[in-house]
């Protein structure tokens, strides 16, 4: 590979007296290394090298900086939905509602995952708790890992997304630090290759983190504390670009920790795994290649970087899109699941009518839901996608006292638009009478939400 020597070395020069800029310095530097941080960024940085690290920046460290707070615009905490518009005013009416109980709830930023777990926390504090807490959605790949190799009860997969009832993992009673990657080899779907490689490994003390997609491994490093990383091992690294160029190290892998006596063995193993780190008990993000430091940088300023930006959608009509719909069923419980876009109210209460139809009681019922995203440089217009199908589950949970939990947000390159995949477990027991499908039926297409609640509880 052939590689600018000069940005290379630039790469690795300080910023002679960047902790002494005043803002005409910071312009000047933002424009000279193409940096896309605000004005705000720069000064926290400066003021964060002068007091805490006191010395200032190399220009990879700013590289790295810029290219992380890049990433985080992509996911979909970092945008707050700040004074909507409707077009509808039944959404104004919904959303007004969200808000309300958004602000009983807690101070949290109003970004779509808050705003997807509103009702659910909201039925909990008024005492209507989810009745299977072990219900969780994602990826498969991340449900596989999340239960260690566990088989789950009951599972459900729909397209690209998955629901799964289990126990949850026992934790390890092993002291687990080292931070290893473990790679699909492509014979068999990823997802099995982790459900077979935790399940074989259960007794070593490893501890399953996440799965990263797009993101890649980066913005989860920052949750375990302080890491060194040797990147010795990747191909990704370029010296002209410096640590920026790892950010897409991890992609589609699954992230763990083990005990370092558990190295050992997976080595002789050969499992397809790179143990690239160690946490190291600081609050320090450290990066070695070859024995050389790459990087060093506190995850309090990395973390104190995230952005955070008012985003003011306009939300349209509803456009209803089913894709995918499923049934699963047990001896006691009952599994649904509908992937949509463009809103879900029609799609949820028939997915419900079904349910009930054949057995499922909803008087002891979870929801969960995992909204699937495009990335979101365009952030008012993908929240303005996002937001029909947000409310229509937010009035369906409410309307319904439907008790939820573990609710997931996934960024996906490959999305044109926003979908939502929203999964329900219930008790199962007999069937409803044969005049059932049609009172529901009538009801939801009128949206006479008390004739549907007294169809679902008839004895409250």
Not at 25 to 45: G, I, N, Q, T, V
Not at 125 to 142: A, D, I, Q, S, W
Not at 150 to 178: H, I, V, W, Y
Not at 215 to 231: Q, R, T, Y
């Amino acid at each position: 590979m052939n590689y600018d020597a000069y940005e290379a070395e630039k790469s690795r020069q300080t910023v002679c007296n960047f902790c002494l800029f005043d803002t005409n310095a910071l312009a000047a530097l933002k424009s000279d290394l193409s940096l896309s941080l605000s004005p705000e960024a720069l000064l926290l940085c400066r003021d964060h090298f002068r007091i805490w690290e006191r010395r200032d920046p190399t220009v990879g460290d700013l590289r790295f900086i810029n290219a992380l707070a890049s990433l985080w615009q992509d996911l979909p905490d970092t945008a707050v939905v700040d004074c909507p518009t409707f077009e509808a005013s039944e959404d104004a009416r919904v959303f007004a509602d969200v808000t309300r109980k958004a602000e009983s709830l807690s101070p949290a930023p109003h970004h779509l995952p808050f705003l997807m777990g509103v009702a659910g926390q909201y039925l909990s504090r008024c005492g209507m708790m989810p009745h299977h807490k072990n219900l969780r959605c994602g990826h498969p790949t991340e449900l596989a890992a999340l239960y260690g190799g566990n088989t789950p009860s009951l599972s459900l997969e729909l397209d690209g997304t998955a629901a799964m009832l289990n126990a949850e993992r026992t934790p390890s009673p092993f002291s687990a630090k080292a931070v290893c990657l473990l790679f699909p080899t492509g014979n068999v779907p990823f997802a099995d290759e982790v459900a077979q490689f935790f399940a074989s490994h259960r007794a070593m003390g490893l501890t399953p983190v996440v799965a990263p997609l797009d993101e890649g491994l980066f913005p989860h490093l920052l949750k375990l504390g302080g890491v060194s990383l040797n990147v010795s091992f990747f191909a990704d690294y370029r010296p002209d670009v410096g640590a920026a160029s790892l950010l897409p190290i991890g992609q589609n892998t699954v992230l763990f920790l083990a005990p370092e006596i558990a190295l050992t063995q997976l080595f002789a193993e050969r499992v397809p795994f790179v143990c690239c780190g160690m946490q190291n008990g600081t609050e320090w993000l450290q990066i070695y290649r070859n024995g050389e430091l790459l990087l060093s940088l506190s995850a309090r300023l990395l973390r104190a970087l995230r952005p955070c930006r008012c985003v003011h959608p306009t939300v349209g009509t509803h456009n209803e899109k089913a894709l995918a719909r499923a049934l699963r069923a047990s001896n006691d419980t009952a599994l649904g699941g509908i992937t949509i876009a463009g809103g879900c109210e029609q799609a949820l209460l028939s997915l419900i009518g079904e349910m009930a139809e054949r057995g499922a009681d909803l008087s002891h019922a979870t929801a969960t839901a995992a909204l699937e995203l495009p990335p979101m440089q365009n952030a008012d217009a993908v929240i303005s996608e996002a937001m029909p199908l947000v409310l229509d589950y937010h009035r369906i949970l409410s309307e319904l006292a439907l008790p939820a939990c573990h609710h997931r947000q996934i960024v996906r390159k490959d999305l044109s638009e926003p979908r939502l995949s929203v999964f329900v477990a219930a008790k199962q027991q007999t069937g409803r009478d044969a005049d059932f499908a049609m009172k529901w039926h009538s009801a939801a297409a009128a949206r006479d939400f008390a004739a549907l609640r007294a169809l679902l509880y008839p004895s409250i």
